[in-house]
């Protein structure tokens, strides 16, 4: 155990773990360079690996997950670039269409989402916009207001910056004054129009809730809801989501971080078991509902509308726009909230141990493994080697599927056997050198001594 090798494995898998949880040591190194530029690399594959490795794990679960709220409404490549000829921002107008015939009171949605920036110009206050948008702006609101009146609730995306370490929110086209300017809003009792924070966690497993990072004007409020949060907030009502405390996260303070579960997004091209139980997220027609067809809006009824850009960046060519590496590989933002909303409506959430109770278990599991290898004898320990390599998925399975608990660092652990198993063969080749030697000291055929020794 006291081997250079041995120990050094264990301090490469302790800061494997620790780089992954938090920011260090990245985060010490404030300057752009070389250093930070490689372990920033390490970091990203790290996390790319712990993606892999969580949604192998959820997509497993004995109950799974289904898209049981949520349903998608895209502005696609032939609405964007066609339909709206690549206007940026999105028109106001049309979104009005949709929000209004979502809300029919024939066919409403329980509430609608816009994953849409609604960002005033750089240097406007907060509710301004350059004049030549006021009519569709106008619209827009009237729509909000409208929905609110046939008791579907919008909620806005607003964004933040981070600079020197404090948060600035950029300011939106419309104040909370004037969504709620709607007559005989009970926010207490009935769900209200409101805003929710787009911003997404460097990890996407984590279900964003509540910001902690402080605003650079103190004025501002210390906390924001996200988006995610906002909506599930909305579905449930202000009397009915007072029961959860995962939906109050300022009232239930918890540093550690919430695992969501995921559906890929494109679930019914890559699906290799056509038997699946999971499903794709419903999707509608943005067309057709800002046209008012029947089906469009039907789609809509008793469900979370969330509409949203999903197009490339150049007519229909190169990448995507607001795409994402998830534990369930590249999908959009729309589908990273819809993921995150439906895990904290169906409580499909997981939370992760501490860090440095992971660093402890590491330590233990990996002793474990040690005293196993070493105490089987040479010919048992390939085998033992192939038994014990399972254990920690199992265990992180186990304990997902039983105990709702994410083991994060159960992954890292697998460097151990790739350890031992590099000892397996280094002995087995020392030993066939052993073995040469001694047949050329037999046959008489002594190598050449060793410098220094006597011939």
Known sequence: MRRPSVISVFILVALWNISIATDWPAGYLEEEGFWRDTIGGIHDINLHLQLRFYQLLTRHRPDPFQPDHVSLVYIDDDTHWTTLFGEQPTSRAFLARVVRNAANPDTKADVIGLDVELLSPRNFPEGRDIGSRDTDNDALLGAIQYASSKGVPVILGNVYAVEDGRRIDLPNIFTRADLLASPHLDCARVSCPGFGYL????????????????????????????????????????????????????????????????????????????????????????????????????????????????????????????????????????????????????????????????????????????????????????????????????????FLGLANIYLDFLLPIELYFLHLLYEIVEKHFCLKRHEAKQNAVTSGHDPLPAAGGKP
């Open 199 to 398: 911003n997404l966690p460097e990890d996407k497993r984590e279900i964003p809730l509540i910001t902690k990072i402080p605003p650079a004007d103190p004025q501002l409020p210390p906390y924001l809801d996200s988006f995610a949060l906002t909506v599930a907030r909305a579905y449930r009502g202000p009397i009915e989501a007072a029961k959860y405390p995962i939906l109050n996260p300022r009232d239930h303070p918890d540093n550690a971080p919430v695992f969501g579960t995921f559906l890929p997004e494109t679930q019914s091209k890559n699906r290799k078991d056509p038997q699946s139980s999971e499903k794709e997220f419903p999707q509608i027609s943005i067309t057709g509902l800002a046209n008012g067809d029947l089906p469009a809006m039907q789609a809509c009824s008793k469900r979370i509308v969330l509409i949203g850009g999903h197009w490339h960046e150049r007519q229909g060519y190169l990448g995507w726009v607001d795409q994402h590496l998830s534990p369930a590989g590249y999908i959009s933002g729309l589908a990273l909230h819809a993921n995150y909303i439906e895990s904290l409506l169906q409580h499909k959430f997981t939370r992760e141990l501490n860090i440095w109770i992971n660093v402890l278990l590491d330590l233990i599991v990996g002793l474990i493994i040690y005293l196993c290898f070493e105490a089987v004898s040479t010919g048992w320990r390939i085998i033992v080697l192939l038994v014990v390599f399972f254990v920690p998925l199992i265990a992180a399975y186990l």
